[in-house]
């Protein structure tokens, strides 16, 4: 793996990744899976990269979750064997998933109607085998899935059982909407729904004679709570091995614990309009603003210097495609301070988002001003 790429030297704009906060974030996950007793099955929709896949499977089981079929191949292809495909399945996507089945992969398939479940049967396949199926259970956040209560869940487990080639395999369910829970009390009772809404779809289950050997939930704000898993198998967090300034905003995390940053160059001084031009614009930071859900200050971005330390007052105000205006909250901004091609460091209000178009990472190991490059994958 080379290591003399230097700072100085990497095109702009590049997401840099310090390894230390990385390694240190993955920890803490994996001690709270084994504190609660449960398996951890990273959600890597987040870095879609094998080198931190390395680290944040590293003493675990090994199976982790994926949202797209490039990732799923790309995974597969690293090693990866025991694949969560966590998004409703359609028949066109199926081809890709048996291919890899009958390569040895063990994927799990999303559904959450019996709709879905019918239209996988009526599609023509030579797969000889069975695909294991999640149902999705809605614990409160409406994106998808069925309530834990709902006489449908237990058509859809129905459906599964009639269908030749696949199999029921348990329950998944996400709390999406803890993304806006600013208060421990709040997080706590989004997770406590979160896992009852699981569990309880799984003793359904069961009491009507259905096998529900996994029991999923997953996201990093309620993972990183206190409640116990008493009949959860496993969690599947992602944003977690990056962090990021909403769940920092949240108080999931410290600002110090964000391992993910944009390197952008200073490409024009706006004396007229007060703000730096960089070339990080909406393409390079995304234009999610979530962090802005919860403080004032933050804009598209907090801009660091580039050895990480936060520049009081500086944020990126506005983002055109490959433009970024940055201004700073506390007066007049010091042109001469930031001559043009300087550069500088953004923190992503959405690290998943900000990190998705790169197909890599520069990283920062802590041994010195040399860095690695570790390869991802993009696209669906």
């Given at each position: 793996?080379?290591?003399d790429?230097l700072?100085?030297?990497?095109?702009?704009?590049?997401?840099?990744?310090?390894?230390?906060?990385?390694?240190?974030?993955?920890?803490?996950?994996?001690?709270?899976?084994?504190?609660?007793?449960v398996?951890?099955?990273?959600?890597?929709?987040?870095?879609?990269?094998?080198?931190?896949?390395?680290?944040?499977?590293?003493?675990?089981?090994?199976?982790?979750?994926?949202?797209?079929?490039?990732?799923?191949?790309?995974?597969?292809?690293?090693?990866?064997?025991?694949?969560?495909?966590?998004?409703?399945?359609?028949?066109?996507?199926?081809?890709?998933?048996?291919?890899?089945?009958?390569?040895?992969?063990?994927?799990?398939?999303?559904?959450?109607?019996?709709?879905?479940?019918?239209?996988?049967?009526?599609?023509?396949?030579?797969?000889?085998g069975?695909?294991?199926?999640?149902?999705?259970?809605?614990?409160?956040?409406?994106?998808?899935?069925?309530?834990?209560?709902?006489?449908?869940?237990?058509?859809?487990?129905?459906?599964?059982?009639?269908?030749?080639?696949?199999?029921?395999?348990?329950?998944?369910?996400?709390?999406?909407?803890?993304?806006?829970?600013?208060?421990?009390?709040?997080?706590?009772?989004?997770?406590?729904?979160?896992?009852?809404?699981?569990?309880?779809?799984?003793?359904?289950?069961?009491?009507?004679?259905?096998?529900?050997?996994?029991?999923?939930?997953?996201?990093?704000?309620?993972?990183?709570?206190?409640?116990?898993?008493?009949?959860?198998?496993?969690?599947?967090?992602?944003?977690?091995?990056?962090?990021?300034?909403s769940?920092?905003?949240?108080?999931?995390?410290?600002?110090?614990?964000?391992?993910?940053?944009?390197?952008?160059?200073?490409?024009?001084?706006?004396?007229?309009?007060?703000?730096?031009?960089?070339?990080?614009?909406?393409?390079?930071?995304?234009?999610?603003?979530?962090?802005?859900?919860?403080?004032?200050?933050?804009?598209?971005?907090?801009?660091?210097?580039?050895?990480?330390?936060?520049?009081p007052?500086?944020?990126?105000?506005?983002?055109?495609?490959?433009?970024?205006?940055?201004?700073?909250?506390?007066?007049?901004?010091a042109?001469?301070?930031?001559?043009?091609g300087?550069?500088?460091?953004?923190?992503?209000?959405?690290?998943?988002?900000?990190?998705?178009?790169?197909?890599?990472?520069?990283?920062?190991?802590?041994?010195?001003?040399?860095?690695?490059?570790?390869?991802?994958?993009?696209?669906?």
């Open positions: 793996m080379r290591t790429y700072i100085s030297d990497i095109p702009t704009p590049a997401v840099l990744l310090d390894k230390q906060r990385l390694a240190a974030n993955c920890q803490r996950m994996s001690d709270r899976a084994a504190r609660a007793g398996q951890l099955r990273p959600h890597l929709k987040t870095a879609k990269s094998a080198q931190v896949a390395a680290l944040a499977t590293a003493g675990q089981f090994g199976g982790i979750t994926v949202s797209t079929l490039a990732e799923m191949r790309y995974f597969f292809d690293a090693g990866y064997r025991d694949l969560t495909y966590a998004v409703g399945i359609v028949p066109p996507k199926m081809a890709a998933i048996e291919e890899l089945m009958e390569q040895g992969a063990r994927i799990r398939i999303v559904l959450d109607s019996v709709a879905a479940v019918e239209s996988l049967a009526a599609r023509p396949t030579r797969y000889r069975e695909v294991p199926v999640l149902i999705e259970i809605d614990c409160g956040g409406h994106r998808a899935g069925v309530s834990a209560q709902s006489e449908e869940l237990l058509a859809i487990a129905q459906c599964i059982a009639a269908t030749s080639g696949l199999t029921l395999d348990g329950v998944l369910t996400h709390a999406g909407h803890s993304y806006h829970a600013n208060s421990t009390a709040a997080r706590t009772e989004i997770a406590e729904a979160e896992r009852d809404a699981a569990v309880l779809a799984a003793q359904r289950l069961r009491a009507a004679g259905h096998a529900c050997r996994t029991v999923s939930i997953g996201s990093t704000p309620t993972a990183l709570t206190d409640i116990p898993l008493d009949g959860v198998t496993e969690i599947r967090p992602g944003v977690y091995v990056f962090f990021d300034l769940q920092a905003a949240l108080g999931v995390c410290e600002l110090e614990d964000i391992a993910a940053s944009v390197l952008a160059t200073v490409i024009g001084h706006q004396h007229e309009s007060g703000h730096l031009l960089i070339d990080a614009g909406a393409l390079a930071l995304s234009k999610d603003v979530s962090a802005s859900e919860f403080r004032s200050d933050v804009g598209y971005g907090l801009v660091c210097d580039l050895d990480g330390k936060l520049i007052g500086l944020h990126v105000a506005d983002a055109h495609q490959e433009h970024g205006f940055v201004k700073s909250t506390e007066g007049a901004l042109f001469e301070r930031f001559p043009i300087s550069r500088l460091r953004v923190l992503p209000n959405h690290a998943c988002m900000t990190v998705a178009p790169y197909d890599a990472y520069y990283v920062l190991t802590g041994d010195g001003p040399s860095l690695q490059r570790w390869d991802k994958t993009s696209g669906w």
